[in-house]
């Protein structure tokens, strides 16, 4: 196949060594033409993401190839041979193409099932398409790598639950609520994880978002980030009865909930759900709250809890996807020992026709004298007998071909017919 | 009798269905629960057809009997709770629904073609009117339950924190107490109007409203729960977890009482 896939990703290199070797993501161009000046080198494809850089290349001679595209990986990280030597991974033929197959389904991610690394590898090859470094066979295999990622995606519930802890929060939000379009959420206390769930919750088509703060000017400040509006810090427990979902996270001593609020917010709002998210260590929240009927109190050891379990369960779903890669390597590499019999029988039918063209011309003296229907009729003859004695021949190729390694066969024919 | 024919199809495809249900459950995909759905409207397609086969043949009034008061009941489930499948996200509450159906549909074909010959005093549309009223009020309560103990299910699931699949699989709380809540709702004056029919067929025949039969006692008494239900959700805010148990408790004494009467007391309303 001559296929060879180079590069390193976030398990085989330490991030210094991938940093130097990517200096940032955009720059997938410029490698490209630079590779493509090595005369091994007749198609190739540069993905360069924050957790991995690789070259995909089809080469004409295997030492020499994998000499150079080392060479080129040194010298653009510009780091000792040995050092670099370790990081790397270097795959061939139909190892290539699973790696491949497995990068582009997320199963080589850091995150796995995450859906970037489709978009940066589409990405890639847009490039090299641009730059005119892809031909027929890594064409054939990026498309095939999208296909096996999407047919991963849909079959498989790799990509299905939430693994970071403020997602889970809003899967479930949406296991108490259904729909959360209209739903509203109460904020109490500013920090990274609580303004990254109200965010993704406010995605889902929240409808209002209110901002409780010890400082009010605080309140007042991520109100208007998030287009809510502020609350004084004393008038929390009023407004309980008017929200859905509360997350707490600050960065008070003890508990600055207590489960008699909940209570007397969840008769005014008449026993509707409460969702209370307790994201702050010490707790924000008594945990006494979530005993109430009709209230669903998770602390962050909870949402913890649940995202290690989705992420056992990508694990599970993991086998399956690899079953799918198995079968799609497969599939394409009937796909290519069909390619590989091409040409030998386009030469083949040049050859044979060449014979007959040649044979038409020598009789060209007394062809002359038929009329012009006749003198069709004595070519359509010629290249009808033509055609029926390369059919077997062909067919029997292709068909060879799909079931096994067809080269003793394309030799034979080559030599036979001194192609 | 091409009536009878189809009534047992549609039990087998029911019974198909309940098994694909309970799969999904076990393998945790909605996709299989999906599936399940489309044999149950194909259940239900037949189901229906037996119905009409059934009123084609003998004209007026399909149900008369325990045996078609059952298979009627069977029916307004899965037609029910297939229309608020339209309406909500509860593929996966079709497992506790089906297996109910069956159960019904089998305890039916049990009856089947028990009472061909109704008595003449329960000939009149009265009496169809008082029937299906009833049945179909019955059917929407013992709806209400099944979704009410997947939302107990799915409630102490998230109560427990018990992070995995299964919460994921069943379907929300909103939706299921939203299920339970127009069951109740519609199911109530429907059974009503069914017992005032009763009532008034039961002047005509029996020469009074009332006759302290056990079966009577017996519905007033699911009346009154179910009033007492409908009361607590509507004017005293239940909703959730409560309402749920409610309509699970309600359901429960009913059953256990059915079962208790069908055995040791005697009823003048021995036709159902």
């Given amino acids: ?419 | 009798m091409i009536g009878i024919v189809l009534f047992k199809t549609a039990l087998a495809v029911y019974l198909v269905s309940a098994v694909v249900y309970g799969i999904s459950l076990w393998v945790r995909r909605v996709l299989t629960a999906r599936f399940a759905t489309g044999l149950m409207v194909a259940a239900l397609a037949i189901h229906t057809s037996s119905f009409a086969s059934r009123w084609l043949a003998e004209g007026l009034s399909p149900v008369v009997g325990l045996h078609d008061a059952l298979s009627f009941f069977a029916w307004v489930m899965a037609a029910v709770y297939l229309a608020l499948q339209l309406k909500t996200k509860t593929r996966v509450l079709g497992a506790f629904v089906s297996p109910v159906i069956c159960l019904i549909m089998v305890v039916a074909s049990v009856e089947l073609g028990g009472t061909v010959g109704a008595p003449d005093m329960l000939k009149g549309s009265l009496v169809t009117l008082h029937v299906m009223l009833s049945v179909t009020g019955e059917a929407l309560f013992a709806l209400a339950s099944c979704a009410g103990l997947m939302y107990l299910i799915q409630d102490s699931l998230l109560k427990r924190k018990k992070a995995g699949s299964m919460i994921r699989l069943f379907p929300s709380l909103s939706d299921l107490d939203r299920i339970n809540n127009l069951c109740l709702l519609w199911g109530f004056p429907l059974l009503t109007l069914g017992v005032l029919a009763g009532s008034l067929w039961a002047r005509i025949v029996w020469g009074s409203h009332w006759q302290w039969d056990s079966k009577q006692v017996w519905t007033l008494l699911a009346w009154f729960l179910y009033a007492f239900l409908l009361h607590q959700r509507l004017a005293m805010g239940w909703r959730g977890r409560k309402a749920a148990l409610g309509s699970l408790i309600v359901l429960a004494i009913l059953v256990v009482l059915l079962i208790f009467g069908k055995l040791f007391l005697q009823t003048v309303h021995n036709f159902v």
């Avoid at chain 1, 997938?28 to 993401?49: H, N, S």
């Avoid at chain 1, 924050?50 to 994998?66: K, M, S």
């Avoid at chain 1, 904020?187 to 929240?206: T, W, Y």
Wanted: glycine share 6%; net charge neutral; proline share 3%.
């Fill in chain 1, 1 to 419: 196949m001559r296929l060879i896939l180079i590069g390193m990703n976030h398990k085989t290199a330490p991030l210094e060594i991938r940093e130097r070797l990517q200096l940032f993501c955009g720059d997938q161009d410029r490698p490209l033409p630079e590779l493509m000046r090595l005369t091994e080198i007749r198609e190739a494809l540069y993905l360069a993401t924050c957790n991995r850089v690789e070259v995909l290349a089809r080469i004409t001679d295997n030492g020499e190839a994998v000499e150079g595209l080392k060479s080129f990986i040194y010298r653009r990280g510009n780091l000792g041979r040995e050092e670099m030597e370790k990081c790397l991974y270097l795959y061939r033929d139909l190892e290539a193409v699973r790696h491949l197959f497995r990068v582009a389904s997320s199963l080589d991610s850091m995150v796995m099932g995450e859906p970037q690394i489709l978009g940066q590898l589409k990405d890639a090859y847009r490039m090299a398409v641009d730059c005119r470094t892809t031909g027929v066979l890594l064409n054939r295999l990026s498309h095939h790598a999208f296909q096996v990622a999407k047919r991963v995606r849909t079959e498989t519930g790799i990509a299905g639950n939430a693994v970071s802890v403020s997602y889970a929060a809003v899967e479930l939000a949406k296991k108490i609520f259904g729909d959360l379009k209209g739903r509203s959420i109460l904020l109490i206390g500013a920090g990274e994880m609580s303004e990254l769930a109200a965010r993704h919750l406010l995605r889902q088509g929240v409808a209002g978002i209110l901002v409780a703060n010890r400082t009010y000017i605080r309140a007042e400040a991520m109100a208007a980030e998030f287009r809510g509006s502020p609350v004084a810090f004393e008038r929390f427990p009023e407004v309980l009865s008017e929200v859905d979902i509360v997350i707490a996270s600050t960065g008070a001593p003890g508990y600055i909930m207590n489960a008699e609020m909940v209570t007397a917010a969840l008769r005014r709002r008449r026993n509707r759900p409460l969702f209370l998210i307790d994201i702050a260590v010490p707790r924000d929240i008594d945990p006494a709250a979530g005993e109430i009927d009709n209230v669903y109190l998770y602390n962050i050891d909870h949402l913890q809890d649940v995202v290690d379990a989705n992420r056992e369960g990508r694990r599970v779903e993991a086998l399956k996807a690899e079953e799918i890669i198995t079968e799609e390597v497969a599939a394409f590499e009937r796909w290519f020992n069909e390619l590989e019999v091409v040409p030998t029988i386009v030469a083949l039918r040049d050859k044979v026709e060449g014979i007959m063209k040649g044979e038409l011309e020598k009789s060209e003296s007394w062809i002359r004298n038929l009329d012009e229907q006749e003198r069709s009729r004595v070519e359509i003859l010629a290249s009808s007998i033509v055609n029926k004695i390369l059919h077997d021949p062909m067919t029997g190729l292709k068909e060879e071909s799909r079931e096994k390694d067809a080269l003793p066969f394309v030799a034979a024919v080559r030599r036979l017919f001194k192609l």
